[in-house]
């Protein structure tokens, strides 16, 4: 856990060779930064075991949404977004955060035209189907694994 808390989006950004790209790659690693947090999270309170391993949660997705929408379709960073915004749209309760997801995955697959990509928003609007339709909060980790849904999406 430690190494990922400690992992500076920004000096990330900074090593690149390419200085025209630093702030999309500074907003792509936060995006990757917060969605493998929560999916450690997640995965973790699944494991009694580790049930006392302390980290770090995101209070909000506001700010991860911001870092999303900071990326341009027409910048080559943005065809990285398909597992965090996957990540980001299965944690994710708000009706305005449901949309703006959807919408990135349809400019997901306006650039990529593959079937992962489409996949994964199936994968997404299934999850979002089955939390209005059960009140009772069932971690999505948990939801996925129990239905046995395709989500390894690359």
Request: with cysteine; hydrophobic share 45%.
């Amino acid at each position: 856990m430690l190494d990922l808390e400690a992992f500076s989006p920004i000096k990330w950004a900074v090593g690149s060779s390419q200085p025209n790209l630093m702030k999309s790659r500074y907003h792509l690693a936060t995006v990757y930064k917060h969605s493998a947090m929560i999916y450690l999270h997640q995965v973790i309170h699944q494991l009694p075991h580790l049930s006392d391993v302390k980290m770090t949660v995101l209070g909000s997705l506001d700010s991860t949404v911001l870092h999303i929408q900071s990326i341009s379709p027409k910048d080559p960073h943005f065809k990285g977004l398909v597992w965090p915004a996957f990540v980001i749209g299965a944690e994710t309760k708000t009706e305005a955060h449901k949309l703006f997801i959807t919408q990135t995955f349809e400019q997901l697959c306006d650039i990529w035209r593959c079937q992962n990509v489409r996949n994964a928003l199936n994968v997404l609007q299934d999850l979002w189907k089955r939390d209005n339709e059960n009140p009772n909060f069932i971690p999505w980790i948990v939801e996925i694994h129990r239905s046995g849904m395709d989500w390894i999406f690359v």
